[in-house]
């Protein structure tokens, strides 16, 4: 390492390879001292300024702010607050355009100026070298310091780090053409950067700081080595004039012959870069006490009649710095935020200016002529001698463009810096870098997508689990309880009248196929009267719900083909099956109520009987189970007018006779439809039923809950069993 | 005729060793890979929703690993398939029900509860194959936007239809470059 | 209002495709003006039937394929190709000769591949082949230097000869070809391939009139004319200067070694150099960007290869000159020798 830095010292520069020597056109606007434009009528803070995550907002429309005033406060890592650029109040918060490629709108805060540009109470520290580390980067952190050179890095996180740093790089290469900004700031206040960068050398110890300044500036190198002098620790640096030497990678390679690993930052090789603009802010932020609200923006390009550099408040919209700089517009409009080799255009006048803008661009059409048509990639290489990266821009570009993104990937597409080398020397006008972003984006949301695929399938395992774990919890129960009702049973009456009941409910079964009358006969024969009585009241109320249903499902149907063939008798008919079937209904509501209570009594055996065909029971409610049925009852009864209405729909001639036939008549294909679809309602019914008989012997079981709260609904809940219970009887028939 | 006979002799002992040497081979050297349906699982979206009629991504893995179809999956579209056919080494097929109509990228969505009218009936928290619902029954319910998988299996159990499926918003963050906002012509 | 949305970077070099064709072309020049000095106007004939009728066939095949037929025309890839053919080929060979080439290249080696920038074979090399595998009189009937053809062959005769097989005056070329003493002149590769395979010396085969002082008689002004031509191309950043030192680097060796090794058995390392195609093989053809390898020691291993392919099919094989042949198999090689020769990329340690 101390050889290294001798090597530095000696004044040795490396090279990196490729790199571009795009036309400068600095002159347009490097002449003139950096001056201030008026102050616009609204401004709009952008509350995203910087690579990270948003700060949490401090204001409200209606709040008066005051110049430099926190308009947001940082709570987590990787953010960064914003401030008011000057005094006025909120007048909306609200999602505008922001300076970024996508044109996209984010939140941002609209202030209107009062003109007073009153400032808060600044808190300037004379002699930070009292301040602890910590208190200077939380000092940095609030002013909301962001590397000025495009990135809007963070500044205070690349302070944060705890590797030891050897070389401080700042960057004033400015290698972009059109830009001069730094080069200005360089020129007139070059005491201040250098106090700046002491603040920098104060929290990281590096062991040298290179200034590097592209020898294009010679200037700028003047002025900056007469504010050097004395400081033994400094070093100014020309470098040859070559883009992209100011790309943070590329001038590490130069001045310390060091790359910075794949994936790795500066820090990783003890190297940190920080821009002269930020150095400047930094100053401003600890010396001064002022946070970061205006920065240096060079306005240039033919369109405009005064170019120059201008302080500009954060949140002004691109319009007015125009109207104030003597643009025209260029037919069609061509705006550039940044340089013209890595800038973006803008898709409309109304973006403001945050921390990223250095360069607004108006150029003629003659200067940044519109791009030509894509031609065929002829292999040429000229991208590869250009590519400052080593990479092969042209396998990089057949796979892109192919959207094979495992070998773009494998041809290192991540380390693509998109500097525009490649895209500027291409004979063949690809637009390399576009292609480039675009795999590189869709990389990127291919890995998040894995991501959240493999989190989804976690949960998605997890569940099923779960649900395991339950089911068999309460089969676990089930049986435990079952086996106490047993013992409790063994002990009162004996296990004959077991057997016996066992007998009662099988014949009831039986006979309800058969006759509701025999069962009677059945009943008398059993020993305890409760259980017969019960099966009997069960087999009443099953019949009476079949019919319902029957009735239901002509009504159904009535409906459906009294709609389709518009027969008037079928209306009648329609009317009539609905008196029907309300009046079974009823029936059958009655019956089911005497069933529950049957069924109440009989708890134990309902129990066990139904024990064995439990589903995948899971709730713990059972009057969101009742509603739910109920709910699946009447989409149930919509669905199947629906269902029968496209039956119909097929056999229209023969429908009006159709819907009046018992199913049993009707030919194959309908009858089977409706079976089928009888089935499927019937076991799904059914398995709400059985939940719900569980449920209500769970609750028996316990009997916490006050019996009147139920009574209500009861009766509905009693019908939906029934009912169910009758399809799933209705279902052996049709089998 | 003998010489027919020796070559055909020759040939077969040809075959022999080398068949030997071939299994030798293949159990000497196997390759230990990721089961089969490991990859095709890894492969699939996970949104478990079931439009493969497979209960789940993994089922549906299996069944592809037994033979069947790759182009019942249409929340991985186009991208999935390809993967899926470059996997199982069977050609590329459109997307089932999208035979006619141009392939186009599916977009994603995600489900959003319209709380208001939530009734927290839970019927879409047992329908969510993530357990990416959450609520009590008789509260409100609601989404966690990040875990959900757009597989719209909440929507249908929804007695009051309060939930819809939106596409995600587009932020800066996620924004992907588009070429067509570029207007660029291939000569 | 309408803005103006493009991807950065959004300034761009003004070198087009055709631009970097055309200068390609322009380049060749000086070496065609040599040619057509020693070896007649048969040259400027052929250039032009072949260019001709290579524009024709990529017009055609750019209509069948419904692209823009003037815009893709005008990035003078099809000229170039026409060009490149027209220089090789034997000054007085019959015109459906060039014309055929010229189809071959264009339709089969370009267009069938995909057009312009898909061609796995550098075109104007793969007509040049086709040609001489399927004509071979046709294509080795080089006509020796004019100052040791007896008959003045006007430009008449040149048409005449091309068109028709015979000059004004009835002569056919293989008559042309045959000296005062009865003695059919070849090229200087020609005569050296024939020689050696005959159980002669280099030293009593240099003495043959086609030579002097050990070198070709205009094959040398030819290949110096090319090599300028070259240089240029250089100059202007038009050619990588990776690929012609290479070749000619490693041709120059292996024909150095061949030769110290058994004088009399084998050409000076010189010959070599300075005769048949060697120079403007080295910057005109190896150079073509469509079908060379693009990574920076891809391309030092490519031309390394053909220098090695030529010197042996020169001094084995049995086809005097080699260039087309070595630069069609070097082309098979190069999807490989890209592939293994990615650079390092900036921040990996391994490749």
């Not at chain 1, 013209?340 to 661009?361: A, E, H, R, Y």
Request: with cysteine; proline share 5%; net charge neutral.
């Amino acid at each position: 390492m101390e050889s290294l830095i001798e090597k530095i010292k000696s004044g040795y520069l490396w090279d990196f390879p490729g790199g571009v020597h795009p036309p400068e056109r600095k002159e347009l606007s490097n002449y003139q001292t950096i001056s201030h434009l008026a102050l616009p009528e609204k401004l709009y803070v952008t509350v995203k300024q910087h690579i990270g995550q948003a700060a949490h907002l401090l204001v409200k429309v209606g709040d008066k702010v005051k110049a430099g005033q926190a308009l947001s406060q940082v709570q987590g890592p990787m953010e960064l607050p914003v401030h008011a650029p000057s005094s006025g109040e909120v007048v909306e918060i609200k999602s505008h355009p922001i300076a970024h490629a996508s044109g996209l709108e984010t939140e941002t805060i609209v202030i209107q100026t009062d003109g007073l540009d009153n400032w808060i109470d600044k808190q300037p520290v004379a002699n930070y070298l009292e301040l602890s580390k910590v208190e200077i980067v939380d000092k940095l952190k609030a002013a909301g310091i962001a590397g000025l050179g495009g990135a809007a890095f963070p500044t205070y996180v690349k302070h944060n780090n705890s590797q030891p740093v050897d070389v401080l790089i700042i960057n004033g290469v400015e290698c972009e053409p059109y830009i001069t900004a730094d080069d200005r700031l360089m020129q007139e206040y070059a005491a201040e950067i250098i106090c700046g960068i002491e603040i920098f050398t104060h929290l990281l110890k590096p062991k040298m700081v290179v200034i590097a300044i592209e020898n294009n500036k010679p200037a700028a190198i003047a002025a900056m080595e007469q504010a050097c002098e004395g400081k033994t620790q400094f070093i100014v640096r020309a470098i040859p004039t070559k883009y992209p030497a100011g790309g943070e990678k590329q001038l590490i390679q130069v001045i310390t012959g060091k790359e910075v690993p794949s994936g790795g930052i500066p820090s990783d090789i003890g190297v940190v870069t920080q821009n002269v603009g930020t150095a400047y802010a930094a100053y401003k932020a600890i010396v001064h006490g002022e946070p970061l609200i205006e920065r240096v923006v060079t306005v240039t390009g033919e369109q405009v009649s005064q170019p120059g550099n201008y302080w500009i408040k954060l949140g002004t919209p691109v319009e007015f710095i125009l109207a104030q700089t003597g643009y025209q517009a260029a037919k069609p409009e061509h705006l550039i935020m940044g340089g013209p080799m890595m800038g973006f255009n803008i898709p409309n006048k109304q973006v403001p200016v945050s921390k990223i803008t250095n360069c607004i661009l108006a150029p003629s059409n003659q200067e940044l002529p519109l791009p030509e048509d894509e031609q065929n990639c002829i292999r040429c290489g000229y991208c590869v001698d250009a590519c400052p990266a080593n990479l092969l821009p042209q396998q990089l570009y057949w796979h892109t463009k192919a959207k094979e993104h495992d070998k773009a990937q494998e041809y290192k597409l991540a380390d693509c810096i998109e500097c525009g080398a490649c895209a500027y020397v291409c004979p063949s006008e690809i637009p390399l870098v576009q292609y480039y972003r675009i795999a590189k984006a869709e990389i990127k949301a291919e890995r998040i997508e894995h991501e959240k695929a493999e989190k989804a399938k976690e949960r998605f395992n997890a569940r099923n689990e779960r649900l395991e774990k339950e089911k068999q919890a309460r089969l676990d129960k089930h049986k435990q309880a079952a086996e106490a009702r047993k013992a409790a049973m063994e002990k009162d009456q004996g296990a004959k009248d077991k057997v016996a009941e066992a007998l009662a409910r099988v014949q009831a079964k039986k006979q309800q196929a058969a006759s509701g009358d025999n069962s009677k006969a059945d009943n008398s024969k059993s020993d305890t009267k409760s259980a017969a009585q019960a099966a009997i009241e069960r087999a009443k109320a099953r019949k009476a719900a079949q019919e319902a249903e029957k009735a239901q499902a002509t009504n159904a149907e009535q409906t459906a083909s009294a709609e389709q063939a518009e027969a008037p008798p079928a209306a009648e008919n329609d009317a009539k099956a609905k008196a029907k079937a309300a009046i079974e209904r009823a029936k059958a509501r009655k019956a089911a109520k005497a069933a529950e209570k049957a069924q109440t009594a009989d708890t134990e055996q309902t129990a066990s009987a139904e024990q064995s065909e439990a589903a995948i029971p899971a709730e713990n409610d059972a009057k969101a189970k009742a509603k739910a049925a109920i709910e699946r009852a009447k989409a149930r009864k919509a669905a199947q007018a629906a269902e029968k209405a496209q039956a119909t729909d097929t056999e229209q001639t023969a429908s009006a006779e159709q819907a009046e036939a018992v199913p049993a008549a009707e030919n194959d294909a309908k009858a089977k439809a409706k079976a089928a679809i009888e089935r499927a309602k019937a076991r799904k019914a059914a398995q709400a039923a059985e939940k719900l008989a569980q449920e209500s012997t769970e609750q028996t079981e316990t009997s916490s809950q006050p019996a009147n709260e139920q009574s209500d609904k009861d009766a509905r809940i009693k019908a939906a069993i029934a009912k169910a219970k009758a399809k799933r009887k209705q279902l052996g028939e049709d089998q | 005729m003998s010489i027919l006979i020796y070559a055909l002799i020759a040939i077969g002992v040809l075959a022999v060793i080398f068949g030997a040497l071939l299994g030798y081979a293949q159990i000497r050297f196997k390759v230990e890979s990721d089961p089969l349906v490991e990859q095709i699982d890894e492969v699939l979206p996970q949104t478990q929703c079931g439009q493969c009629g497979y209960p789940g991504c993994r089922p549906y893995a299996e069944a592809i690993a037994n033979g069947d179809d790759i182009n019942k999956c249409p929340p991985g579209g186009d991208a999935t398939i390809k993967k899926l056919a470059d996997m199982m080494g069977v050609e590329v097929k459109p997307l089932v029900g999208s035979e006619d109509n141009t392939q186009q990228e599916p977009i994603k969505k995600v489900a959003y509860i319209r709380e208001d009218e939530c009734i927290g009936c839970t019927k879409c928290i047992q329908a969510c194959p993530v357990d990416a619902i959450v609520g009590a029954a008789k509260h409100m319910h609601t989404v966690i936007i990040d875990e959900c998988t757009g597989c719209d299996l909440c929507v249908e159990p929804c007695p009051v239809d309060c939930i819809d499926m939106l596409p995600i918003e587009t932020k800066p963050e996620t924004w992907r470059w588009q070429m067509n906002s570029i207007p660029v012509k291939n000569l | 209002m309408s803005f103006r949305v493009a991807s950065s970077p959004h300034n761009h070099v003004k070198n087009k495709t055709s631009r970097v064709m055309m200068l390609v072309a322009l380049a060749c020049v000086p070496g065609i003006l040599t040619q057509v000095w020693y070896f007649g106007y048969g040259s400027l004939i052929q250039i032009l039937l072949a260019v001709t009728t290579a524009i024709a066939a990529e017009a055609l095949c750019l209509q069948q394929r419904n692209y823009p037929v003037v815009k893709r025309l005008k990035d003078n890839s099809a000229l170039l190709t026409g060009l490149l053919l027209g220089i090789s080929l034997p000054p007085l060979a019959p015109w459906w000769i060039a014309v055929i080439g010229s189809l071959f290249a264009i339709v089969i080696a370009k267009q069938v591949y995909g057009g312009l920038g898909q061609n796995i074979f550098n075109p104007a090399m793969a007509g040049y082949v086709v040609l001489l595998v399927s004509f071979p009189l046709s294509m080795t009937l080089w006509l020796p230097p004019l100052t040791l053809v007896e008959y003045d062959i006007s430009f008449v005769d040149t048409l005449m000869l091309i068109f028709t097989g015979y000059s004004e005056t009835g002569y056919s070329l293989a008559q042309l070809r045959v000296d005062l003493d009865g003695f059919t002149m070849a090229t200087p590769l020609d005569t050296i391939k024939t020689g050696l395979s005959n159980q002669q010396t280099f030293s009593e085969l240099s003495q043959i009139k086609v030579f002097s002082e050990q070198l070709g008689i205009g094959w040398t002004a030819v290949n110096v004319a090319y090599l300028c031509g070259g240089l240029i191309l250089i100059f202007l950043k038009v050619i990588n200067w990776r690929i012609p030192v290479a070749f000619l680097t490693s041709l120059f060796i292996f024909s150095w070694v061949c030769h110290v090794a058994s004088p009399d058995g084998a050409a000076t390392a010189s010959l070599h150099l300075l005769s048949g195609a060697t120079m403007f093989g080295a910057f005109f053809i190896l150079t073509d960007p469509v079908s060379a390898s693009t990574t920076p020691r891809g391309k030092i291993i490519f031309a390394v290869l053909v220098g090695l392919l030529v010197f042996f099919i020169r001094q084995y094989g049995g086809y005097p000159d080699a260039i087309a042949f070595a630069v069609l198999l070097a082309n098979m090689c190069v999807p490989l020798i890209d592939y293994y020769t990615k650079p390092r990329v900036y921040g990996h340690t391994t490749r």
